[in-house]
């Protein structure tokens, strides 16, 4: 009898131990905005963005898919519960907000103006820019600083930034405005990026970056909202975060430092 018993017991904790699975999530994201998040060679969703994802799934106990989306559909595809965060690079801002809950921000953030190299363009008061073409990525903060600044213009929106960088390296925009640490990438590191140069003070107007880049997700997810915050304070402490920033960059984008 008590070796019948044993067996039992020890069938039903096998199968207990069989039916519990790790909690699935979708993690949202562009794969068009390096060196964030991109598709590599062989068409896997690599980047900052996404290392920090996953790290922070892990920390959460959970088994994350990633799930590719053009920009202009992100927030609506979380709300359509495509995915069930996102992680791309958003600036927190209050228009967002009134649609999405963000996380604490999980990188500070700042925009820039980008130049040929030998360009005339040094000033960029809306006087100095009148009638220039400007390019930026529709949909983006970006965009909104563009329109906003620079009124007398001729501002042209792009679904990627690849894009945007493609007729700026061509020479059929005048400049670029766009998300700094990306764009530095952008000149640093790439072959048509070397056309270009960063220019100007960055941008860093709080109506436009906000309060820094955080993870969103859906209003009524409070829970999952908190668990990510949590596991972000962890991946800081215990050298994660360091570790995948080291990849991609040479200051502590946390801190900016």
Known sequence: MTRRLLTVLALASTFASASVSAEELRLGTEGAYPPFNFMDAS??????????????????????????????????GLLANKYDFIIASMFITEERSKQVDFTDPYYLAAMTHVVSKGSEITEFSPEALEDKVIGAQSGTTMADFAEATYPDADVRLYPTQDEVNLDMASGRIDLVIGDLLPMLD?????????????????????????????????????????????????????GTYQAINKKYFDIDVFTMK
């Not at 003070?201 to 906000?210: H, L, N, R, S, W």
Request: net charge negative; with cysteine.
């Open 43 to 76: 068409g896997e969703i690599k980047g900052f963005d996404v290392e920090i994802g996953l790290a922070l799934c892990e920390k959460i106990g959970a088994d994350c898919e990633i799930v590719a989306q053009d920009w202009d559909g992100i927030i609506p």
């Open 186 to 238: 952008w000149v640093n590191s790439t072959d048509d990026g070397a056309c270009c140069e960063l220019a100007g003070e960055p941008i860093t107007d709080q109506a436009f970056v906000g309060d820094g880049v955080g993870i969103a997700v859906r209003q009524e997810d409070d829970d999952l909202r908190e668990r990510l915050n949590k596991a972000l304070q962890e991946i800081r402490e215990d």
